[in-house]
C-alpha cells in the first residue's frame, strides 16, 4: 500500500483510524484468519461487538501479534459494544468484563452502547426468537455506568451506535464525560448529512457503518423471514454506474472509491471482510483523492432516509419507546 493512514481526533485526544476492519457476522477460524491477515496489511482499527459472537476468536489473533511482539497494545485501537440485553446500568461493568476476558485485553479504546432499544437479560439466540424487550431503558442511567468504565480504565472513550440526534443530545447533555462517538449506518445512498452536522456542533465523531452497502449480506434473524425483500431499498452501491465511471478515472475499484468517499467526508468506515485480496482492496484507499467534482457527483446519490437499509432486526422493535428510526436523524 503507498499513501498513509489517517486519523479521526476524539474531543479528549484519542485518535481512531479513519479505517478499520468490521466484524459483523464473521465466525469461528474466518475471522481469526481474517484477522491476522488484517493486521499483516495493516489495519489497526477492529470493530467487534458483543453481540457478533466473535470476541474470542478476535482475541486468540489478537494476543498472538502482541505475545509475538510484532504490535504493541497502544498501535491498536479495538471498539466493542455493549449487548442490547445489557441495556441497564448495572449490566455494564459484567458485559465489558467478559468483552476483555474474551479479547485478552485490559482496556477497549472505545465502548459503545450498542442500541438505543433494551432487552431484557434473557439468553440471546441469533435469530432473535428469545429476545424479550426492556419497555425501561434508560440512557441516562446507561451512561452513567459506562462513565464509570472510563474511570475504572476498561475504556479509554465511551460512544453511541444507532441513536438519533434527540437521543444523542439528552446523553451528551447529562455527560460527564462526553460520548467521543456515534456509530451508524452511512454509505452513499444514505449519507447522514444533517447528523453529521449535528454531531460535529457537539464534537463527536462519527463511524460509518455497512459502508458498502453490505453487498450479500442478508438481514440477520426472523427479519430475513418478515420483511419483504422488494421493499428493502436496493443493495447496488457497488455496481452503481456513477461510483463505477469515478472508479475507472482513478485506476480504482467501486468498493474504494465508496470508502473513500466516506473518509473525504470526515467519517470513519468499517467495511468487513474475511477475504484476504479484499482485506487488501479496502486498505488501499488512501493513495488517491477524489476531486470536489467527484465529491459533489457522489453526493447526488444519497437518497436521505429512504436509503436506510438496517431498521428492526427483530419487528418488536419498533415498539419500543427509544426505536431510533422513526426520527429524520
Ligand atoms: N453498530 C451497528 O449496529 C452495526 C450494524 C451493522 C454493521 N456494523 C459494523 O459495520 C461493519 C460493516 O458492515 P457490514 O459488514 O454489514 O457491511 P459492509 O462492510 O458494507 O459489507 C460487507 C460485505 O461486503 C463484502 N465485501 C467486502 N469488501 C468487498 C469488496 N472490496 N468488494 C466486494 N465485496 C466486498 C463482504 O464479503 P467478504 O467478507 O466475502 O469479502 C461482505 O459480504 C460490520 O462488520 C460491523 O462491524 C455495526
Known amino acids: 500500500m503507498t499513501g498513509k493512514m489517517e ?5 479528549n485526544g484519542h485518535k481512531m483510524p479513519i479505517l478499520g476492519l468490521g466484524t459483523a457476522h464473521a465466525l469461528g477460524d474466518d475471522i481469526e484468519k ?4 488484517a493486521l499483516e496489511i495493516g489495519y489497526r482499527h477492529i470493530d467487534t461487538a458483543q453481540r457478533y459472537n466473535n470476541e474470542a476468536q478476535i482475541g486468540r489473533a489478537l494476543k498472538k501479534w502482541l505475545d509475538s511482539g510484532k504490535i504493541k497494545r ?6 466493542t459494544k455493549l449487548p442490547l440485553t445489557g441495556n441497564r446500568a448495572e449490566c455494564v461493568e459484567k458485559h465489558l468484563k467478559q468483552s476483555l476476558h474474551d479479547l485478552q485485553l485490559d482496556y477497549v479504546d472505545l465502548y459503545l452502547i450498542h442500541h438505543p432499544v433494551g432487552f431484557q437479560d434473557l439468553d440471546p439466540k441469533d435469530n432473535g426468537e428469545e429476545m424479550l424487550l426492556d419497555m425501561n431503558t434508560d440512557h441516562v442511567s446507561l451512561w452513567k455506568a459506562m462513565e464509570d468504565q472510563v474511570d475504572a480504565g476498561r475504556a479509554r472513550s465511551i460512544g453511541l451506535s444507532n441513536f438519533n440526534a434527540r437521543q444523542v443530545k439528552r446523553v451528551w447533555r447529562s455527560a460527564r464525560i462526553k460520548p467521543a462517538n456515534l456509530q451508524v449506518e452511512l454509505h452513499v ?15 463527536i465523531t462519527i463511524c460509518g457503518y455497512i ?19 422488494s ?18 478515472k482513478h485506476g480504482k475499484t467501486n468498493a474504494q472509491v465508496l470508502l473513500r468517499y ?15 485480496d479484499r482485506l487488501r482492496q479496502n486498505f488501499d484507499v488512501f493513495d488517491f483523492e477524489l476531486s470536489a467534482e467527484d465529491m459533489d457527483t457522489l453526493e447526488q446519490l444519497d437518497k436521505g432516509p429512504a436509503g436506510r437499509q438496517v431498521r428492526a432486526f427483530i419487528p418488536e422493535m419498533a415498539n419500543h419507546p427509544e426505536y431510533p428510526f422513526n426520527a429524520h436523524y
Open 7 to 11: 486519523y479521526l481526533t476524539f474531543f
Open 34 to 37: 481474517a484477522i491476522d491477515a
Open 74 to 79: 497502544e498501535d491498536l485501537f479495538i471498539v
Open 189 to 203: 445512498y444514505f449519507q447522514q448529512s444533517e447528523l453529521r452536522a449535528f454531531c460535529r456542533a457537539l464534537d
Open 211 to 229: 459502508p458498502l452497502g453490505a453487498p450479500g449480506v442478508r438481514p440477520p434473524g426472523r427479519a430475513a423471514i418478515t420483511v419483504d425483500a
Open 231 to 248: 421493499k428493502m431499498p436496493k443493495r447496488d452501491q457497488m455496481t452503481n454506474p456513477v461510483v463505477s465511471q469515478i472508479a475507472q
Open 262 to 276: 466516506i473518509i473525504q467526508l470526515g467519517v470513519a468506515a468499517i467495511p468487513k471482510s474475511t477475504n484476504p
